[in-house]
Structures are given as C-alpha cells and as structure tokens.
C-alpha cells in the first residue's frame, strides 16, 4: 500500500469507532491517492483516473465498479456547502474492505507476478521472447 494510502486508512481505522463519517471520509481520499499512484498523476480527478485505469487494462470491470461506487457516493453527499452523509459505521468498514481488495487486485498481485515473471532463467526467457515476438 502507498504510504499516503496507508497513512489516511490508519487514521481512519483509529476513528472509525468514534466518528466512522469522518473515517469514511479518509478511505475515500485514500482511494483518490490510490488511483493517483496507480496512474502517475497526484492532479488527477478520481474520475479520469479511472477512466485512464480501465483504458490501459489496469483494472477489470470489477474494480472499476468498486472505485465508481466511492466516487459517487462520495461526490452526491456534498453539494454547495452542505454535507449531506448518511455514512455509518458499516459503511466505513465497507469501504476498508473496498481499499484492501483493490490494493490486493492492482499492486499486491501484480508485483508477487513480475517477481515470479523475473526469476526465469534468462536462457527460458529467449524462448518467451522467441514465442511472442518481442
């Protein structure tokens, strides 16, 4: 996990008890900072980011759903000054599931596979450059 991720989803687990809309709050600004890293950009909207993610084939349609389900919810409860959330404890817990499963699927995995990927032998991996042509 990004340090900027881990560092909002722990503040958010030390508060999730005493005010789970404020720690709701912090998981969602972890997901914007999560798809920020993904992407590269620290400027870039949730939005676009997704939207950059599901083009180069970085998330699958589920993870897409995950993100854009946060990034609704989390954009209608504040319009003009008023902060309409009816975010609660089970909601917050949600989303900690919702961080940790997209951190699984976009970087643990992927790293536990390039590390596999770069251990073969590089007399093996002419052979997979040979097959694929590259």
Not at 7 to 16: K, L
Not at 37 to 59: A, F, H, K, M, N
């Amino acid at each position: 996990m990004p340090d900027g991720v881990r560092e909002d989803f722990s503040e958010a687990r030390q508060i999730v008890d005493d005010s789970p809309k404020a720690a709701a709050a912090l998981l969602r600004l972890a997901m914007e900072k999560l798809v920020q890293d993904l992407t590269g950009d620290e400027d870039q909207s949730l939005y676009s980011g997704i939207g950059e993610l599901v083009d180069e084939g970085r998330i699958d349609e589920r993870i897409q759903k995950a993100l854009d389900s946060v990034r609704v919810t989390g954009n209608d409860y504040v319009h003009a000054g008023e902060i309409y959330n009816p975010d609660d404890r089970d909601t917050a817990l949600r989303l900690f599931e919702l961080v940790n499963v997209i951190v699984e699927l976009t970087i643990t995995r992927e790293k536990m596979i390039e590390e596999a990927y770069d251990e073969i032998p590089e007399n093996k991996m002419d052979g997979i450059k040979q097959r694929d042509g590259t």
